[in-house]
């Protein structure tokens, strides 16, 4: 992603941002773009297959998360022909998506860490 620093404030092709944590949590952000990447951290995965992995995503988020992630430069897709009717869409991350893997494990394990500080808390 190309960048450049105007004053106080980090500019890149996508927006402006105050700084680099802001920039990062743009990229990231949501309920689905960093399970999918995580998803896609070991291998490339198949459509069905991150519907699978994530029962609760609807179609139209998986298809719109994707087209982000892809547009951002953190995901390729490929397709394979399994027959003459049919193909397969493989997503796998890119060079880049590659780099923010160690920011998603870091994150998990804190999550892992301190999921039993929070409790409901019933009012």
């Excluded at 802001?22 to 990229?27: A, E, G, P, S």
């Excluded at 547009?71 to 022909?81: A, K, M, T, V, Y």
Aim: aromatic share 10%.
């Amino acid at each position: 992603m190309d960048t450049e620093f105007i004053g106080d404030y980090l500019t890149s092709l996508r927006n402006t941002y105050p700084c680099t944590v802001n920039q990062t949590m743009d990229l990231i952000e949501g309920k689905w773009k960093a399970v999918i990447l995580y998803h896609l951290r070991n291998e490339a995965t198949t459509y069905t297959d991150l519907l699978t992995k994530m029962p609760s995503i609807t179609k139209t988020v998986l298809d719109a998360k994707l087209i982000i992630l892809e547009n951002d430069g953190f995901i390729s897709s490929r397709s394979q022909d399994d027959t003459a009717f049919q193909s397969t869409v493989h997503y796998r991350l890119t060079d880049f998506g590659k780099t923010c893997i160690p920011l998603l494990e870091s994150v998990k394990d804190w999550g892992s860490e301190n999921r039993l500080i929070f409790t409901p808390q019933t009012f």
